[in-house]
């Protein structure tokens, strides 16, 4: 979203529509903290205006809830992706839950999928864990979790499997910028395990994401749409109980989480309970 172009369509388009994703809340950036603002100043030049299927978590500044409400105080303009969306808003405004969009999203065919696993490298024969990990803006805590994803990526290695990252996104979160987006992260995954890890992404579509998600045999995640798509296509998930979004997500749907310094034990028991589980599961593996 350029600022000038931007401007410019405001002055003609006849409504906008926010849609998806967890906007506000801890660690918005300064362009989503204005968006309300701008949304506001819409309504008061008599635009329609909705914001579809967003996240509003708690730590979003008050500045910035209090023109969003303002904003979405008529029915009908408003729904959220989770009950503590909605629960931030508060009573007075009305949000109905729809999920979060991504959950219905139609994954790109399976061929296409296996196509782009194969071009990275991996071995369909072998049981696949995908990591998609995400910068935090604390260094001490993402060590903390790069030590958890070694962790089961070795048992994962030892009963067997291969390791793969999934890069989301092109840069990372909380204003850290391209020197520690998903792919380093990623790189430096494989470092700690002595071997260059495949990486798939980022930029790819998201229905094509979605399909090699699909394609893993189980996933551990910190980035909340690799965990919805692991939910959607049945692929075994592993998140991390960081983010309200992500761990509200993961509560919604009686998914496994950890905290962010599980004991190993915990780890290697959720690699030996979810491997074989998984790999029986798919025969036509078995016989590629």
Not at 121 to 150: F, T
Request: proline share 8%; net charge neutral.
């Amino acid at each position: 979203m350029e600022g000038i172009p931007f401007t410019k369509s405001l002055k003609w388009c006849d409504g906008i529509a926010v849609v998806g994703g967890g906007l506000f809340g801890t660690g918005s950036s300064s362009l989503v903290n204005v968006l309300p603002a701008i949304v506001w100043a819409t309504t008061a030049r008599g635009r329609d205006i909705t914001y579809l299927a967003i996240g509003v978590y708690p730590g979003t500044p008050d500045r910035v809830l209090d023109l969003l409400r303002r904003s979405v105080r008529k029915p009908g303009r408003i729904s959220v992706r989770d009950e503590v969306s909605a629960a931030t808003l508060g009573d007075d405004i009305v949000a109905p839950v729809v999920g979060d969009l991504a959950m219905g999203l139609k994954p790109a065919p399976a061929a296409d999928a296996r196509r782009a696993l194969a071009a990275a490298g991996i071995d369909p024969a072998v049981p696949l864990l995908l990591v998609a990990p995400k910068a935090l803006p604390n260094p001490i805590l993402v060590d903390a979790l790069q030590d958890a994803a070694e962790t089961l990526a070795r048992r994962w290695i030892e009963r067997g499997g291969a390791v793969a990252g999934l890069a989301i996104s092109t840069h990372a979160d909380y204003g850290l910028g391209l020197a520690r987006r998903d792919e380093v992260l990623v790189n430096e995954l494989g470092e700690r395990l002595g071997r260059p890890l495949p990486v798939l992404g980022p930029q790819l579509p998201p229905a094509l994401a979605k399909a090699v998600v699909g394609e893993a045999d189980a996933l551990f995640g910190l980035r909340i749409h690799s965990l919805i798509f692991a939910v959607s296509t049945g692929v075994p998930c592993l998140g991390v109980g960081w983010e309200e979004r992500t761990t509200a997500f993961l509560a919604e749907h009686e998914q496994s989480a950890i905290s962010t310094r599980p004991p190993k034990e915990d780890l290697h028991a959720w690699v030996d309970r979810t491997l074989p589980a998984r790999w029986s599961a798919r025969p036509r593996l078995l016989s590629s």
